[in-house]
């Protein structure tokens, strides 16, 4: 019963910046996992980084030091900040959550990092 809305992707040049957020239908609370995933064409799904509701973080080996992850509970909503992009992080950007019933996901914001 839980939507999630991805937005902020674009256009933007190697070495730049984005913030993309996934915002959340209810309350976040008891989301106690959220994710962030992207897929680039005709490759799998991977794993960007998480946010845990006690504010832990973690990251994909791909992303530490340029990508920081956080949440809003206010706001019912998810972030992710990128900085230093490069063309390989050009993907579809999904958000994920999951609570004790199930497993959901947004419909994906497109990041294209790109001269």
């Known amino acids: 019963q839980v939507q999630l809305v991805e937005s902020g992707g674009g256009l933007v040049q190697p070495g730049g910046s984005l913030s993309l957020s996934c915002a959340a239908s209810?309350?976040?609370?008891?989301?106690?996992?959220m994710d962030w995933y992207r897929q680039a064409p005709g490759k799998e799904r991977e794993f960007v980084a998480r946010?845990?509701?006690?504010?832990?973080?973690t990251y994909a080996d791909s992303v530490k030091g340029r990508f920081t992850a956080s949440r809003d509970n206010a706001k019912n909503t998810m972030y992710l900040q990128m900085s230093s992009l490069k063309a390989e992080d050009t993907a579809v950007y999904y958000c994920?959550?999951?609570?004790?019933?199930?497993?959901?996901w947004g419909q994906g914001t497109q990041v294209t990092v790109s001269s």
């Open positions: 209810t309350s976040i609370f008891g989301l106690n996992i």
């Open positions: 946010t845990v509701s006690d504010g832990r973080t």
């Open positions: 994920e959550a999951s609570d004790i019933y199930n497993t959901y």
